[in-house]
């Protein structure tokens, strides 16, 4: 086991632990922490696996944009800042979930693990650099990223449009 | 000349017809002036055509409507005229311009909105259907032959249901075109026969080829028996006859036309025709003349029980062309049609001639029933009488034409029965005991018509100067026009009186032919001991029927025991028969049909809608309105795509 | 030299999670949580496959052998489609976020639960529409 892993494994158990805090907490904004958090170490797990652009957006989009606009909603829908029984279903409706949600897990793991055996790679330290993935999103994947900022400023549009108080005539 | 004159003789009534319907529309002096000058046309067209085929030659190829091409196949859409089709021609036409001046009267005003006479669209088809009998007597070719056999049972099919508000002529429209049609498939199938081993369809080839013996004697006598249940059904001769009794819901003229010259008188002239075929297969001669026979006597007989005019002129009609057909099948040579042929042309005046004076008296009685009818002689002389010559020309009293070729018919059967032929016999007694019995119900028409006295007294005859233009009616229509009041002059109109003074003449006068017969009528004779006899037992019968006034009452018949009266009166009770073994199994069938098309095919048809209802109804529970069960929904679609991608990869 | 199992795992326990998430809970926004989560699961699966050689597992070695090390897929696909995942879900959460603020503003509240109108047969419609019902009359 390389040292790689082991800083692997202390990420993925961070990811995953918060991750489940995210979805069980019964305090909003302990929700949008947790988030904070999972979605942090998921960053570093993408650096561990050589991506470090993509950690970086991680970081900047999800941790910084993205946390900030869910706690901004939880602020201006007024949700409760103490621990609250409505925000999670009923029991037998959050069994059925929990059930769901192992079920799905498992599947997954089952065939990624079948797929995946025990194949390891040897990572290199430039694959993820920003120079590589500049080049390969602005020559092959330029349609597609301009597509995308086109995608960006319409939901930019959409989302204004929506949320703009309705003025009366 | 010949050609021009043949082809005037179909165009001119088609002409007529798509005019009249046309330019007649509602008004009905347009219709009837292009029906009346279409059948005169055709009238002059086919004496015209008989003056110069008695002079000329016949002319077997007249370029018509060009030829078909149908493959491998071609055949040749050409009309002839030779002494056969023209003779025959001359009767249609004359038949056919004396029905159509008679039905300007008979069928004049509009009726009744119940029951409207329709009188373009009426006379219309009996343009058509001169048209189409013109077709049939003057084709070079089976095919084409076909053509005009099938138009005029479609023009039967609408004059015979013309008065449609009545479910009684809509049914006999149905029975006579269904009837027809079992007898029509013989024909269409013969002609396939035919071509299937001659290569042709023409008639001069397919006669030439059987006399030369190039046909194989299983094609002709599958071909000849084929036609023989085309000939009976058109021909109404026995087992196909049941449609030709029941057809009188016609107006009458249409039955006039129907018996006379058109409709009946094709079936005869279609064995007349393809004579050289069957005499190659004598065996379809000897069907023939069986049918003939049978049909003979037993319309016969069954006409003596009738208690309405029509139907026993209609069982007449059988017997009569039973009379036709036996001559022709007696024949032994090429020019043996000549008793049959004569024994249709005398047939065509006198049986047109009774139609239209039956017609005159229903119009007056407002009753097809013998029993409103009586005394006909003393408020209708003249009426009277013509219809006597006309019952005298079907009971064959000499000298009138229907003596003569009735005679000459039973001198053709006494000498091949001579010859040896047992045919001969049949027909020859069947053909005797048939002038009785022919004696017998003409004169019984006649006592109780023109002799007894009406349940329903006729009006009076007079006072002609202050009647009121006479408007008559349908006649169904008749009944409640006269029980409005004697006040209603029944002063014939001119239009229905002429017609019969110009049938009376052939009627009378139809065994002058004799003196000079053309080359058609060549063979035709009357043997002296024959004739007496016939004329004989026709004049005992007649003698018989009309001594029963003084016996007490106008009606023979009623000497009958009232079982087999009610039997003869049913026709034998055929129609009953052919009901319990074809129709019934036929429409049993039908229902067997309807009841699997309903009961599984129509079951997955009809099962669509509940299975939608309650799918939908299931379907409805899963609209529930939380975004987190269409979560889930999509979740479960998620892993079944995932597990199905997984599992087919 | 890293097992790629890891990473796979952990991508399956993160979208279980985000499942759970997005079925058991009330709130909208933490509803979207859930489908955050879920969306990260895909891409971390999408980077782990990026450090795949070319020609995917089919490319791998067996046990034992040396890890192939050339990296023959210039166009980076795994994790440029992070990077577009990442972008999309930043627009998707904007104009979610925005539809939820529209409901707060219009109910007063981002239970889910509370607004099922739109469903047929929903305890909620049924309710409501058996409560209008003396009051609206047949007009």
Known sequence: MSGLEIIFIGLAVLTGGSGLLAVTSPRVVHCALWLVVCLGSLAGVYLVLGAEIVALVQLLVYVGAVVVLVIFALMLTRAPIEASRRLDAGPGQRGAAALAGIGLAVVLAGTLIYAFADSTVDLQADRGSAEKVGVAVFGGWLLPFELLSVLLLAALIAALAISRPRVER | MIESAALLTIVLPTVAAVLGLVMGGRSRPWAGDWAVLGSLGALIAAV?????????????????????????????????????????????????????????????????????????????????????????????????????????????????GHHSERASARAAAMKAFLVTRIGDLGVLLAVVVLL?????TSIAQLTAAATSGELGHATLLTAGLLLLAGVAGKSAQFPLHTWLPDAMEGPTPVSALIHAATMVAAGVFLVARLLPLYLAVPGALQVAAVIAAISMVGAALAAIAQDDLKRLLAYSTISQV?????????????????????????????????????????????STMLADMGGLLRTHRALAVLFGIGLAGLAGVPPLGGFWSKEAVLTAAEEAAHAGSWTGWVVLLTGLGTSLLTGIYAGRAWSIVALGSAAKALPAHGDAETEEPHETLAPGQDAALHATGPEHQHRLPAAMMLPLYLLAVPTLGFGLVLIDPPELLGAVHVDLVTGVTGAMLSLAGLGWALSAPRLGAPDIAIALPVGARAMLRDGFRVDAVQHALIVRPALGLARGVKSADWGVIDAYVRAIPPTLRVGGNLLRRAQTGLATAYAAWLVIGAVVIAIAGVGLS | MIHLIGPAVLASALAGIGVYGLLARRNAVLVLIGAELLLNAANLLLV????????????????????????????????????????????????????????????????LTEVGELGEASPIGVARAAAEQPSGGPS
């Open chain 2, 48 to 160: 015209l055509e008989l003056v110069q085929v008695l002079r000329q030659a016949p002319v077997t190829s007249i370029g018509f409507l060009g030829r078909a091409e149908l493959g491998t196949f071609s055949i040749g859409l050409d009309l002839r005229a030779d002494q056969l089709s023209a003779s025959i021609a001359v009767a249609v036409g004359l038949v056919a311009f004396c029905v159509q001046v008679y039905s300007t009267a008979y069928l004049s005003g509009t009726g009744t909105p119940e029951a409207p006479t329709r009188y373009p669209a009426y006379a219309a088809t009996v343009s058509l259907f001169t048209a189409a009998m013109m077709l049939v007597i003057h084709s070079a070719d089976l095919v084409l032959l076909l053509i005009g056999w099938e138009a005029m049972g479609l023009a039967s099919y609408l004059l015979v």
């Open chain 2, 196 to 200: 299937a081993d001659a290569r042709t």
């Open chain 2, 322 to 366: 039973a009379y036709m057909l036996a001559g022709v099948a007696v024949s032994s040579g090429p020019d043996g049609s000549g008793p049959g042929i004569f024994h249709l042309l005398s047939h065509a005046a006198f049986k047109a001639l009774l139609f239209l004076t039956a017609g005159c008296v229903i119009h007056l009685v407002g």
């Open chain 3, 48 to 111: 782990t496959a990026a450090a795949l050689p070319a020609g995917g597992l089919a490319a791998m070695p067996g046990p034992g052998a040396a890890p192939p090390t050339e990296i023959a897929d210039p166009l980076l696909s795994g994790q440029v489609m992070a990077i577009f995942v990442i972008t999309i879900a930043a627009a998707e959460i904007g104009v979610a976020l925005a539809i939820i603020l529209l409901l707060f503003r219009a109910r007063q509240t981002a239970d």
